[in-house]
């Protein structure tokens, strides 16, 4: 399989441009050979002359750069996409002009394409395509925080690095350059095969048109083919529109249904009818592994005990006696005989139309009645989502969201929305507050936006100790995104934390306080006012605006003030 069945573009110029020979320099960069090149652009390995870094450089053909209007798009995107931070997305370093045309430099990436990837093994195992699902989920959220749509999501923009880490590339230079690729009635931009309906027929890109793509990319490292393929750009754009694809499963069968159904729902025609955003997305990708494991198990249990009966009844067979010769075939014939009869009379019995049609109400009836007893009770079920809520934050609230409040909202979403969304959002702020401490633990940061990364480092300066800074930082943050309704959990978690560092500490934990504010009253006993002194500004100078320990700095503080006067 090669990249322009996976990716709809070549490898090399195919828009009528001539290649271009290899520069020696680009900018500040020595070039020093070449990755890639494809209709946008060259992209060259290039060392930055005073730091010796390492930089993938991409050169655009000078005849794009001469198009009116390009170079102001251009520094716009460029500016844009300076303000990613995360893991998952390519770090851009710089932009400038050089060989009379537009380069930009950015993180170089040892490793390989999704293309690459599926080129070798053409299919990725589906916990793989989970977990690289994700991560391209966190660079989206990013973009999208930041107010950029991808619109050019494929396999050939996501870079795989040694650590298997993934890196989203090419963030918004389709929009601005492409003027010869993929240009249709109404203005089409992005690569035929995993564009999305509303970029098909010319409408403007959004959220939901990324989540598409990703579709089309999980669908594509699943299978090994795209959703659609077709002779021209044109076809493939209409069956976007119009056409329907065959599922994942249809054709891996061993794909888990619950990810076949969300690469589904990611491939919905109307935007309103896919996942919100990535961050939804990545929530629903990370429970299909936990529900996978969980089926495995009850069915190792059935199976189990399955083979158990088979056994007994095997065992039991075995210790009837048979015998052999004659005896045994007049057995086999009478047997035989007798099945046939048996046959006959039950052919004869069915033979008649009220027998088959009250058959029919038996089997209906009772496959009626055991729905009916096995139906889930939508009330039980709330009832016991809460029970699981009233404990202790922690696995039992993913319980109490995966086993019974998605479920509630698959049966009756009109009836429980009300009801339930609320106590969702409970565990996703739980969810993303474990996460963030976990990020913190491992001291490393994969929460993606500023927001994140600001709660990211306050959470460090917790754990270093420094609560009096963090306690400031946290006030402000609050102050800051109050009424910013797109990073309401972040406000949520923050508000959290600052309720928590102005509640009284731990007495065990600072116990120590007590025992050196009993010290200094004894030095004063004693007559050694000076060494009382030095206790309570040793306090004072190490936790004097520390939230929670108001009681042992008032002492002190009222110390110092009485024994000096």
Request: glycine residues 8%; negative net charge.
């Amino acid at each position: 399989m090669n990249d322009e069945t996976l990716d709809g573009d070549s490898t090399t110029p195919d828009d009528g441009l001539a290649q271009e020979p290899m520069p020696e320099t680009i900018g500040d960069y020595i070039v020093e050979r070449e990755l890639g090149s494809g209709g946008m652009g060259t992209v060259y390995l290039g060392k930055h002359r005073e730091t010796q870094n390492l930089a993938a450089v991409k050169m655009l053909p000078a005849s794009l750069a001469r198009q009116e209007g390009l170079v102001h798009r251009f520094n716009r995107e460029i500016e844009a996409m300076k303000k990613f931070q995360s893991p998952h997305i390519v770090e851009l370093y710089e932009s400038g002009q050089d060989h009379s045309t537009f380069y930009y430099a950015m993180e170089y990436v040892n490793g390989e394409t999704i293309t690459d990837r599926i080129t070798r093994e053409k299919r990725i195992p589906w916990r793989e395509v989970i977990e690289m699902g994700v991560q391209i989920c966190h660079a989206l959220k990013a973009a999208h925080n930041a107010g950029i749509i991808h619109r050019d999501l494929k396999p050939s923009n996501l870079l795989i690095d040694q650590d298997g880490q993934i890196k989203l590339t090419d963030f918004g230079i389709a929009q601005v350059f492409a003027s010869n690729k993929l240009t249709v009635t109404g203005g089409v931009l992005g690569t035929a095969e995993y564009m999305s309906p509303e970029q098909a027929q010319g409408k403007r890109a959004n959220k939901q048109s990324d989540i598409y793509s990703l579709g089309a990319v999980l669908y594509v490292m699943l299978t090994g083919r795209p959703p659609f393929t077709g002779k021209t750009t044109l076809d493939i754009c209409q069956k976007h529109r119009f056409a329907q694809f065959d599922s994942p499963k249809r054709i891996v069968p061993e794909i888990p249904h619950w990810l076949d159904e969300i690469v589904c729902k990611c491939l919905e025609k109307k935007p309103e009818d896919r996942y919100p955003d990535a961050y939804v997305l990545s929530l629903r990708l990370k429970e299909v592994p936990a529900k996978v494991d969980l089926s495995q198990a009850e069915d190792f249990e059935l199976d189990g005990s399955r083979r158990t009966d088979e056994t007994v009844v095997a065992g039991s067979a075995a210790k009837e006696p048979h015998e052999v010769g004659a005896t045994l075939f007049r057995d086999l014939f009478r047997t035989q005989l007798e099945s046939e009869q048996e046959a006959e009379g039950i052919s004869k019995f069915l033979d008649n139309g009220w027998v088959l049609f009250g058959l029919l109400v038996i089997v209906v009836a009772g496959g009626y009645g055991l729905y009916l007893l096995n139906r889930p009770d939508p009330e039980r079920m709330f009832a016991r989502a809460t029970e699981l809520l009233e404990r202790d934050p922690g696995p039992a609230w993913v319980v109490a969201k995966r086993d019974y409040l998605l479920p509630l909202l698959d049966m009756d979403e009109a009836t429980w929305s009300e009801k339930v969304t609320p106590l969702m959002e409970q565990v996703d702020l739980y969810e993303f507050r474990d996460e963030l401490l976990d990020s913190g633990r491992r001291g490393k940061s994969d929460v993606d936006g500023q927001p994140g990364k600001l709660l990211h480092q306050i959470q460090r300066l917790r754990e270093a100790g420094e609560f009096q800074e963090a306690h400031q930082r946290l006030q402000a943050f609050v102050v800051l995104f109050a009424d910013d309704k797109d990073y309401k959990m972040e406000y949520e978690l923050a508000q959290q934390l600052l309720e928590e560092s102005g509640k009284p500490v731990d007495g065990k934990e600072f116990a120590f306080l007590d025992s050196a504010l009993k010290r200094a009253e004894q030095h004063l006993d004693q007559g050694k006012p000076d060494q009382a002194q030095a206790i309570w500004r040793s306090i004072l100078e190490l936790y004097d605006g520390q939230p929670g320990l108001e009681a042992y700095l008032n002492k002190a503080r009222s110390g110092l003030n009485e024994s000096s006067s």
